[in-house]
């Protein structure tokens, strides 16, 4: 589904991405993790266009990306960020509705899709009128996901989406994107900083350091195997982060 062969991208003489390859097969979750400023959210917004490379080439489903390809590419490419990214001006329903309406669909078809997603997501209908300062931050990012999942894409970009929440909501939110993730089965790309969120939620892993991929795999591959001393050095970091270090067991 996406193919990144020798991908670089250079702010100043600092290198974001440097020479990075990665075959992402359809219908998968790929978690991208690391420390901050290893290059994951610029790899992930790659993908969609927002940062153009320097050098290297990225394949979407045969097509390659570039100026004239974005365009077509991107309404097929879902996209949450961090904190929702919602308008404030907006409510939740027209949030999600926001390149539905755009691209001409009818009332119809837009009202029955976000009854569709309020029940995947387990949004209340009741609060799809409400605006976004009325909301709750797990409700807002479930709005965020239903934006996302709008125009029924085939890969679906997390960027750290649970990342400002507090734990409870965040552990509720973990369990619901893994429902969707398994029920939708769309290819999917996902930032975390938390090495349990990215075990549980994904199928591979790929961790980065300095705009390289250090290992690619899955946690076991990480525990058991360590490419070299600094993945080792991660692992540990994060057991030593969780209370409960059972979640990395």
């Known amino acids: 589904m996406l193919r990144l062969k020798g991908i670089s991208k250079y702010y100043g003489e600092v290198a974001a991405l440097e020479q990075l390859s990665l075959d992402i097969q359809q219908g998968s979750t790929t978690a991208l993790i690391g420390p901050s400023g290893c290059g994951k959210s610029t790899l992930l917004r790659a993908l969609i266009g927002l940062v153009t490379p320097d050098t290297g080439v990225i394949d979407f489903n045969g097509v390659t990306l570039n100026r004239e390809s974005y365009t077509q590419v991107r309404r097929q490419v879902g996209y949450v960020v961090q904190d929702a990214g919602l308008f404030p001006h ?32 387990h949004f209340p209908r009741g609060c799809l009128d409400r605006f976004p300062t009325e909301l709750s931050g797990g409700q807002n990012q479930r709005v965020g996901l239903m934006r996302a999942l709008m125009l029924e894409p085939e890969v679906l970009l997390l960027d750290e989406p649970l990342g400002a929440l507090d734990p409870m909501i965040r552990f ?18 996902m930032v975390t ?33 360590p490419a070299d001393e600094f993945v080792a050095q991660f692992v540990r970091a994060q057991r030593n982060h969780h209370d409960d270090t059972a979640q990395l067991a």
Do not use: P, Y
């Open 193 to 225: 900083h938390d090495l349990a969120e990215a075990a549980f939620l994904s199928d591979n892993i790929v961790l980065m350091r300095e705009g390289c991929i250090v290992q690619r795999g899955t946690l076991e591959d990480m525990l058991n195997a």
């Open 90 to 121: 907006l409510t939740a329903r027209c949030n999600i509705e926001l390149m539905a309406r755009h691209l001409g669909w009818s009332d119809q078809r837009r009202e029955t899709r976000v009854l569709e997603l309020a029940e995947l997501t």
């Open 172 to 189: 509720e939110l973990q369990e619901d994107l893994r429902s969707i993730f398994t029920a939708l089965k769309k290819t999917v790309v």
